[in-house]
């Protein structure tokens, strides 16, 4: 059973760029022939950065993935800016992904008793730095009933006599070794727990009631953010994934004055052959002219990136309003790299 307090935990990511990549013929300079000349050295061309990707295809997300994401994220209310999110049937489905990323090494445990992370099929974490709590949305084959009763062996406290409702949803509160956490069935695949920093029982309540709230429509949502859920559907769907609504607690940016201009950031991670992770990344601006300003300085701060992390490849690229990043590294960098696009308290 995992004793951490639920504080910050996150959220993200990363940018997208830009960069033309015309290639240049080497005009071979030439002298009148002579029988004692050397022959002319022919120069080595220069490679052109990131010139696969500057007319790479880049597919959009799978309907039915997106789908199953986007239920998820309708659970994590607007002040909730950053989430992360897993998708655990997929890593315990992959020997070498299984072996290096948990919700535990990328700090998603703190709203979820450790048990419980074992029975779900994804996973996401959101935080409000602000108010210092957590919500912790997952979908299940099992019903929420169960795995707490499965819980229950391993020490966690139900209150009362179970659960009771909230506008037509089951919601238990419950005691992990002092801790207050709370949690609520959203449908029938998908619930929802919460905690927070010094948060009494009711305090941790209400935060779940307000994540409630927001998945039937009563209030405002994360993905109610403008162009949010378009970026969301225009990059590869991932077995993890970063969604920002504010766009400086990107660590990757932490060096620059601001993104002026920025609305959003997705990141989604998926593995390649080859022992390959990708990360895509797509940042949203209100306009071009935002996104062309910010273009250069979002260049320099992922190639010092590169000089400390060493990518395989990097490319970056303008869309209109959007910048987009590929990053790939090998799969033994995967966190480190992700905490680039992470932001954590």
């Known amino acids: 059973m995992n004793k951490k307090r639920a504080a910050g935990v996150l959220a993200t990511v990363v940018a997208v760029f830009f960069l033309?990549?015309?290639?240049?013929?080497?005009?071979?300079?030439?002298?009148?022939?002579?029988?004692?000349?050397?022959?002319?050295?022919?120069p080595t061309p220069t490679p052109i950065p990131y010139e696969d990707f500057a007319g790479a295809m880049v597919p959009p997300a799978d309907p039915e993935r997106l789908a199953q994401l986007t239920n998820l994220l309708s659970l994590v209310p607007e002040n909730f800016s950053s989430?992360?999110?897993?998708?655990?049937?997929?890593?315990?489905?992959?020997?070498?992904?299984?072996?290096?990323?948990?919700?535990?090494?990328?700090?998603m445990d703190t709203a979820?008793?450790?048990?419980?992370?074992?029975?779900?099929?994804?996973?996401?974490?959101?935080?409000d730095f602000q108010a210092l709590s957590v919500i912790t949305p997952f979908q299940s084959n099992y019903a929420i009933g169960d795995i707490l009763r499965l819980a229950g062996g391993f020490g966690l406290q139900l209150g009362g006599d179970g659960p009771t409702t909230y506008e037509g949803h089951d919601v238990w509160k419950i005691n992990a070794r002092g801790t207050a956490l709370a949690m609520a069935t959203a449908n029938e695949s998908t619930g929802v727990a919460a905690s927070g920093q010094g948060l009494s029982a009711e305090e941790v309540r209400a935060v779940v009631e307000g994540s409630i709230d927001?998945?039937?429509?009563?209030?405002?949502a994360l993905l109610d953010t403008a162009g949010l859920a378009d970026l969301l559907g225009d990059v590869p769907s991932g077995f993890a994934g970063v969604v920002l609504s504010e766009c400086e607690t990107l660590p990757l940016f932490t060096g620059m004055q601001g993104l002026p201009g920025c609305t959003a950031v997705v990141v989604t991670a998926d593995i390649l052959s080859g022992d390959l992770v990708v990360f895509h990344t797509l940042i949203g601006f209100t306009g071009q002219d935002e996104a062309a300003s910010v273009m250069q300085r979002a260049i320099e701060a992922l190639e010092d990136q590169n000089s400390s992390h060493d990518f395989e490849d990097l490319g970056v690229r303008q869309e209109d309003g959007n910048l987009r990043v590929r990053v790939i590294v090998n799969v033994s960098k995967f966190t480190e790299v992700f905490r680039l696009f992470s932001p954590n308290s």
């Open 20 to 42: 033309a990549a015309c290639a240049s013929e080497t005009v071979l300079e030439t002298s009148a022939p002579q029988t004692t000349a050397e022959p002319t050295a022919v």
């Open 214 to 220: 927001a998945f039937d429509g009563w209030s405002s």
């Open 112 to 127: 979820l008793p450790s048990i419980a992370t074992g029975l779900v099929d994804s996973i996401a974490v959101a935080t």
């Open 83 to 107: 989430t992360i999110f897993l998708d655990m049937e997929f890593l315990r489905s992959n020997d070498t992904l299984v072996s290096l990323i948990s919700p535990e090494i990328l700090g």
